[in-house]
């Protein structure tokens, strides 16, 4: 039987049920993770196997949606996976901190060429850390945007099963 962390006292397995991956600052939900839950102390756990993995596939998601410019959560969950900081961004893309600041709080839209160039660091880094092609296609990506994309409010969900991460071809990535 599995102990709870925080209390000590046998805690409940939970499977088949969606996880909400709030951790990662997106709307993500993970289908087939295990999960736990205590009934003592009401704490919850969930296990995410090979999160670096699950980490890439989502900022390979984000790269490839064609709808939309980045939005703030998008762009800092980005960074963050880049292992970066504001300032260490702001050099790569010859902005300001300031200017990095104000898109991950959404004050300011990121700039078409700015959307694209943090998308193509993001899947060359990706590609580097895989030792292999993260995304296969990365130009006719780029090429399927449109010229100029518009604001949209509302956020795309994604959603993920465990297999999408773990067990992912080389060259794989959401469409």
């Not at 969930?46 to 939005?71: D, E, F, T, V």
């Amino acid at each position: 039987m599995n102990k709870c962390y925080s209390c000590g006292a046998d805690i409940q397995v939970i499977k088949d049920k969606p996880y909400n991956y709030t951790e990662c600052g997106l709307d993500v939900v993970l289908h087939g993770i295990t999960q736990y839950a205590c009934p003592s102390c009401g704490e919850e756990y969930a296990s995410i196997p090979n999160m670096q993995k699950l980490h890439r596939l989502i900022g390979a998601y984000i790269c490839q949606k064609r709808k939309a410019l980045l939005k703030p959560a998008e762009i800092k969950f980005l960074r963050k996976d880049l292992h970066l900081k504001a300032k260490e961004l702001a050099v790569l893309l010859g902005v300001t901190t300031s200017t990095i600041s104000r898109w991950e709080n959404g004050k300011k839209e990121i700039g078409e060429a700015h959307d694209r160039l943090l998308r193509s660091i993001y899947m060359m880094y990706a590609s580097e850390q895989a030792n292999h092609m993260v995304c296969g296609g990365v130009l006719n990506m780029f090429k399927e945007l449109p010229t100029k994309r518009k604001k949209i409010a509302q956020s795309e969900k994604i959603d993920l099963n465990p297999q999408e991460w773990l067990n992912c071809l080389p060259d794989c990535c959401p469409a």
